[in-house]
C-alpha cells in the first residue's frame, strides 16, 4: 500500500509558476506509474501528467510545454513543475500512483489558485 501526501500548492499570478511535490511512503515507490490529475469546480478530475518507473512522460495537451513531470525514486517524490500559468489552470491537484499489481492511490490534494 501506499500513502501519498501533496504539498506546494498556493496562490499565484498568471504567468508565475508553483512546484507540486508527491511524498509517498509505504510500499516499493519505483513500480508506480505517478502521475498529476486535477480537478476544477463543476468539472471532472482530468488527467495531467504521468511518469513512469523508467521516465518515460506523458502530459495533457493543455500543459505541454508548461509543465515538467518528474520523480526521484530513491526519495520517493514525485513533482510537478508549472510554469506560465494561466487562470485556467486554477484547480485541485492530485497526485496518484499506480500499479498493474497493487492498485491506484490517491493523495488528499492542494489547491493551485491563479489569480491576479
Known amino acids: 500500500q501506499v500513502q501519498l501526501v501533496e504539498s506546494g500548492g498556493g496562490l499565484v499570478q498568471p504567468g508565475g509558476s508553483l512546484r507540486l511535490s508527491c511524498a509517498a511512503s509505504?510500499?516499493?515507490?519505483?513500480?508506480?506509474?505517478m502521475g498529476w490529475y486535477r480537478q476544477a469546480p463543476g468539472q471532472q478530475r482530468e488527467l495531467v501528467s504521468t511518469?513512469?518507473?523508467?521516465?518515460?512522460?506523458n502530459y495533457a495537451d493543455s500543459v505541454k510545454g508548461r509543465f515538467t513531470i518528474s520523480r526521484d525514486n530513491a526519495k520517493k517524490m514525485a513533482y510537478l513543475q508549472m510554469n506560465s500559468l494561466k487562470p485556467e489552470d486554477t484547480a485541485v491537484y492530485y497526485c496518484?500512483?499506480?500499479?498493474?499489481?497493487?492498485?491506484?492511490?490517491w493523495g488528499q490534494g492542494t489547491q493551485v489558485t491563479v489569480s491576479s
Open positions: 511518469i513512469t518507473s523508467s521516465g518515460s512522460t
Open positions: 509505504g510500499s516499493i515507490f519505483s513500480i508506480y506509474v
Open positions: 496518484n500512483a499506480r500499479s498493474g499489481t497493487f492498485g491506484s492511490y
